[in-house]
């Protein structure tokens, strides 16, 4: 003889069978970030969980932690300001200010009780070796700088940051979109392209080697620092007005960091030899932010400049 089961009974077991399986997708998704060993320019370090309380002094730790969806507690300010890249602000809004990229001020790193220091690749040892005291301190075991190390950069602190996995697909999503660009300007002949920073003490033609530069070689650029930029070095030694035709391109990027940078551009615009340049006569000079295009690294300041490439060639905006 069989027993009936109330339809109650056969409801409250579907229910519960339901929340354990909501309880396990859950738990599987909340599972702890393990530990990991990265190796630094000083040594390894083992981090343990996900960090909480991030504190970044290197501008490209600042964007890889917003890309990563992390909001640090402090940062340095950008080369040319008093805060965080223009780029930025907006993401990391009242954001502390703990020093500039080449000055740190420790008693300021300590007041926000940091679980995680991220710094640059050119943090001195003798800094190191005080920071590291304060919390596990993260130095890109960088050899040599070149268009893409950016790109390990950004792996490396996203690792530390136990958020590799959405780096690593903001990384192929730039990929994708500098191809589509490039396909667009390739179309255009692979026309030549230089950048410049624009000093009070006048121009600078930053190298082939930097992270826009190579931004723009991605896009379908002929990138060239026409020999003025000596190995290593970022950027060239300031040029007179009348050496701008050695910076003479197909295009020409020019950037400013700041108010002072700004007032020396427009006055450079009035001279003949300003005037003489190929980019100027062809309406192919294109004002950039300095911070962004010559101080910034990572993931979101790439797409902002892939953006901005896109525009002024016609391909399009990004998504």
């Given at each position: 003889m069989s027993t009936r089961i109330p339809f109650s009974t056969i409801r409250l077991s579907r229910l519960v069978s339901a929340g354990a399986v909501s309880l396990l997708l859950a738990m599987v998704s909340a599972s702890p970030v393990l530990a990991r060993t990265l190796d630094t320019a000083y040594g390894e370090v083992e981090i343990e969980g996900e960090p909480q309380r991030v504190v970044t002094l290197y501008e490209g730790a600042l964007d890889v932690s917003v890309a990563a969806g992390i909001t640090p507690l402090a940062a340095v300010a950008t080369r040319g300001g008093e805060g965080v890249a223009s780029y930025l602000e907006s993401d990391v809004p009242g954001i502390a200010i703990v020093g500039t990229a080449r000055e740190t001020n420790l008693e300021a790193v300590v007041a926000q009780s940091p679980d995680l220091i991220l710094a640059s690749p050119q943090?001195?040892?003798?800094?190191?070796?005080?920071?590291?005291?304060?919390?596990?301190?993260?130095?890109?075991?960088?050899?040599?700088?070149?268009?893409?190390?950016?790109?390990?950069?950004?792996?490396?602190?996203?690792?530390?940051?136990?958020?590799?996995?959405?780096?690593?697909?903001?990384?192929?999503?730039?990929?994708?979109?500098?191809?589509?660009?490039?396909?667009?300007?390739?179309?255009?002949?692979?026309?030549?392209?230089?950048?410049?920073?624009w000093m009070p003490q006048g121009p600078l033609v930053m190298s082939e080697q930097l992270f826009s530069t190579g931004l723009l070689a991605a896009a379908g650029f002929e990138v060239t620092d026409a020999g003025l930029v000596k190995g290593g070095?970022?950027?060239?030694?300031?040029?007179?007005l009348e050496n701008l035709a050695r910076i003479d391109n197909?295009?020409?990027?020019l950037a400013t960091l700041n108010e002072e940078g700004e007032?020396?551009?427009?006055?450079?615009?009035?001279?003949?030899?300003?005037?003489?340049?190929?980019a100027v006569e062809n309406d192919r000079v294109v004002p950039v932010n300095?911070?962004?295009?010559?101080?910034?690294?990572?993931?979101?300041?790439?797409?902002?400049?892939?953006?901005?490439?896109?525009?002024?060639?016609?391909?399009?905006?990004?998504?």
């Open positions: 943090l001195p040892q003798e800094q190191y070796a005080i920071l590291s005291r304060i919390a596990p301190t993260l130095v890109p075991l960088t050899e040599e700088t070149t268009a893409e190390s950016w790109k390990d950069e950004a792996r490396f602190f996203a690792k530390g940051l136990g958020k590799a996995s959405q780096i690593e697909q903001r990384l192929e999503e730039l990929e994708r979109r500098a191809e589509a660009i490039a396909e667009h300007v390739s179309a255009q002949g692979s026309p030549g392209a230089s950048l410049v920073r070095r970022p950027h060239s030694d300031p040029l007179s197909d295009w020409l990027f007032a020396a551009l427009e006055s450079a615009r009035t001279s003949p030899a300003f005037s003489r340049l190929s300095g911070q962004l295009w010559t101080s910034a690294t990572g993931p979101l300041a790439a797409s902002a400049i892939l953006d901005r490439i896109a525009e002024v060639t016609g391909a399009g905006t990004g998504d």
